[in-house]
């Protein structure tokens, strides 16, 4: 099982970058994926979420109205639209499967089992 998150980047703040998670060595279709990111310093929080289907979707307060979590399972890849980026929105952004078990606690880090490499978002003010 591989998840790699691809796409960061330095922009300047108001500025919008888009982030892929790749999935292989298992049926991306059938789990739900979740984002989160560690800025310097700071403990790893939670970001965004989708359902398998992609017909649930659910995001922190300090990104919603500004990112969109979306997924393509042809492609086998969960997208993070990043929108309306801001300095605190700097950090190290990981994507992350949901266990089977963590179903109902999909903001809570230790019910994903599988992570992938992380990708740096730095944007300047």
């Known amino acids: 099982v591989q998840l790699q998150a691809y796409g960061g980047g330095l922009v300047q703040s108001g500025g919008s970058l888009r982030l892929s998670c790749a999935a292989s060595?298992?049926?991306?279709?059938?789990?739900?994926i979740g984002w989160f990111r560690q800025a310097p310093g700071k403990e790893r929080e939670f970001v965004a979420y989708?359902?398998?289907?992609?017909?649930?979707?659910y995001y922190s307060e300090s990104v919603k109205g500004r990112f969109t979590i979306s997924r393509d399972n042809a492609k086998k890849t969960v997208y993070l639209q990043m929108n309306s980026l801001k300095s605190e929105d700097t950090a190290v952004y990981y994507c992350?499967?949901?266990?089977?078990?963590?179903?109902?606690?999909?903001?809570?880090?230790?019910?994903?089992?599988?992570w992938g490499l992380g990708t740096l978002v730095t944007v300047s003010s």
């Open positions: 989708i359902r398998w289907s992609g017909g649930s979707t």
């Open positions: 060595g298992f049926t991306v279709e059938n789990y739900n």
């Open positions: 992350a499967k949901l266990s089977d078990s963590g179903s109902y606690y999909y903001t809570t880090q230790r019910w994903y089992d599988y």
